[in-house]
């Protein structure tokens, strides 16, 4: 298995532009989650899905985030309009739940993103 | 979940056991402990978890104590590849998946 897949590995752009960034989890796990690490912050857990569907975003941190996931093989995290203060590394994870075993998170590369 | 507590870095000579601590006094009863690391400019990795019995597998060794208040991730015999910041944290498990990472300890293997 290819392991969890991010695009791009790096981005840089401006100010006020829209930013995608792509994650495509493990096959046949059923959680995906989007982090985003910063010197300052550590690593924050900011949505989560199950299933495709949206459990849990209250770790986004405003409105000009969003995240999608159309389908159980790929999932996008939108930030409109950039800002450089979300300067950070994305990171996307996927877990295979299964009733009354600790499921480990297999972790992405990450996407580098330079808002300037 | 439990707050956890690590030493923000530690030294460990090739080839020599590291042991890394972790303190969570304010654990439940139904917390696990896990440990990630995370090598520099990758996404973290899983290591192991426990929740009362000391654990082993093919990457590492977790020491619960007793009371369930610390615990220590044993690496065998480091190599420089072990370079990496380590991750305590304490979680419910079952269908809680949410992980908070703190700040880890930097573990420095040297030559």
């Known amino acids: 298995d290819a392991g969890v897949i991010q695009s791009p590995r790096h981005e840089v752009t401006e100010m006020g532009q829209e930013v995608t960034l792509r994650c495509k989890p493990i096959?046949?796990?059923?959680?995906l989650f989007w982090y985003r690490q910063t010197m300052m912050r550590g690593l924050e857990l900011l949505i989560y899905f199950n299933n495709n569907v949206p459990i849990d975003d209250s770790g986004m941190p405003e409105d000009r985030f969003s995240a999608k996931m159309p389908n159980a093989s790929f999932s996008t995290l939108k930030i409109q309009p950039s800002e450089p203060r979300d300067s950070a590394v994305y990171f996307c994870?996927?877990?295979?739940?299964?009733?009354?075993?600790?499921?480990?998170?297999?972790f992405g590369p990450g996407t580098r993103l330079t808002v300037l | 979940d439990a707050k956890t507590t690590q030493p923000p870095s530690m030294d460990c000579a090739e080839g020599r056991a590291a042991n890394l601590p972790c303190n969570h006094s304010?654990?439940?009863?139904?917390?696990?402990v896990y440990w990630y690391r995370q090598i520099h400019s990758q996404g973290p990795q899983y290591i192991i978890h426990g929740l009362k019995n000391n654990e082993t597998n093919e990457m590492a060794s977790l020491i619960i104590t007793e009371d369930r208040k610390s615990s220590t991730l044993i690496l065998p015999h480091a190599t420089l590849r072990d370079t990496a910041v380590y991750y305590c944290i304490v979680n419910s498990g079952g269908s809680n998946y949410k992980l908070t990472f703190g700040k880890g300890t930097l573990l420095t293997v040297n030559p």
């Open positions: 096959s046949g796990h059923d959680y």
């Open positions: 994870a996927s877990i295979f739940s299964s009733r009354g075993r600790i499921s480990e998170q297999f």
């Open positions: 304010t654990i439940s009863g139904n917390e696990y």
